[in-house]
Nanobody
Framework: QVQLVESGGGLVQAGGSLRLSCTTS????????LSWWRQAPGKVREFVAV???????DYENSVEGRFTISRENAKNTMYLEMNSTEPEETAVYYC???????????????????WGQGTQVTVSS
């Protein structure tokens, strides 16, 4: 059974830091692009960051320079280091895996084959 499990969410004060983890199991994801998405109440799920199978990264403009995505294939784990957090970033954060690794596809919701259940991040003002 393929699973993606997020952890590390919680409450953080604005300007603070948080590190999310996504642990995969059930198959090898070394050749998959792994990404983070978030969904705030009443809003659509939006792309946050991606790391491809070749360790190329891409970020949504508003998080560039503050968030860092990384992966450790040996541990079947991906991370999102969130710094200088903002209240508007309160959302459920999801990790996802896609067999596509090109720059355009990895920003598209429908390109993803597997999703985690999400972890809540609340940034207080």
């Amino acid at each position: 059974q393929v699973q993606l499990v997020e952890s590390g969410g919680g409450l953080v004060q604005a300007g603070g830091s948080l590190r999310l983890s996504c642990t995969t199991s059930g198959r090898t994801f070394d050749n998959y692009a792994l990404s983070w998405w978030r969904q705030a109440p009443g809003k659509v799920r939006e792309f946050v960051a991606v790391i491809t199978n070749m360790y190329n990264t891409d970020y949504e403009n508003s998080v560039e320079g503050r968030f860092t995505i990384s992966r450790e294939n040996a541990k079947n784990t991906m991370y999102l280091e969130m710094n200088s957090t903002e209240p508007e970033e309160t959302a459920v954060y999801y990790c996802a895996a896609s067999s596509f690794n090109d720059r355009q596809s990895v920003r598209v919701f429908t390109a993803y084959d597997y999703w985690g259940q999400g972890t809540q991040v609340t940034v207080s003002s």
